[in-house]
């Protein structure tokens, strides 16, 4: 049980355009999600939290405007890389939290190349 | 400012033997600690947890340590298994909101 899955799991994309990225889970309902990056040999570096039917809280540093989250229903959230540039490229992982508890179920990753 | 520390990149162990990895701290706010363990090109998958109630946790070959006074934590795998080579990251949160602080992981490998 506890399965996340992230659509696509690689992306190339040119530069200026945007590229959207699915977290789905799959067995239960996820009350809050959580989107991270992670850069090489560095660790997962948290950009948001979505809670379903509330606007994403970003972190410090975080361009909102420029990655869009969106947490419609209990087992979708997305994230949205606007005007994607080079230094956007990276590894985002999604993970999803049920109510009332504390271990975050992660997804298998998306590998965003910017071109 | 990286406040959960793992300061081995990486750790070879034999089969059979005890690994052993570390995990330091610096926030005493942190009241949850989860490790995961991390394949390459893929998510981290939740391994074992522990409440800072608690000194020690166990589930089956995995047990995590952990001393508060020292902010450390440890988690001990034994027998460890060639399966088990992967990279392991150790996480905290804050008891005052979602956010976990991962650290910067220890690549395992298990020589058979």
Known sequence: GAVVSQHPSRVICKSGTSVKIECRSLDFQATTMFWYRQFPKQSLMLMATSNEGSKATYEQGVEKDKFLINHASLTLSTLTVTSAHPEDSSFYICSARMADAYEQYFGPGTRLTVT | ?112
């Open chain 2, 1 to 112: 400012d990286q406040q959960v520390k793992q300061n081995s990149p990486s750790l070879s162990v034999q089969e059979g033997r005890i690994s052993i990895l570390n995990c330091d701290y610096t926030n005493s706010m942190f009241d949850y600690f989860l490790w995961y363990k991390k394949y390459p090109a893929e998510g981290p998958t939740f391994l074992i947890s522990i409440s800072s109630i608690k000194d020690k946790n166990e589930d089956g070959r995995f047990t995590v340590f952990l001393n508060k006074s020292a902010k450390h934590l440890s988690l001990h795998i034994v027998p460890s298994q060639p399966g088990d080579s992967a990279v392991y990251f150790c996480a905290a949160r804050r008891n005052t909101g979602n956010q976990f602080y991962f650290g910067t992981g220890t690549s395992l490998t298990v020589i058979p």
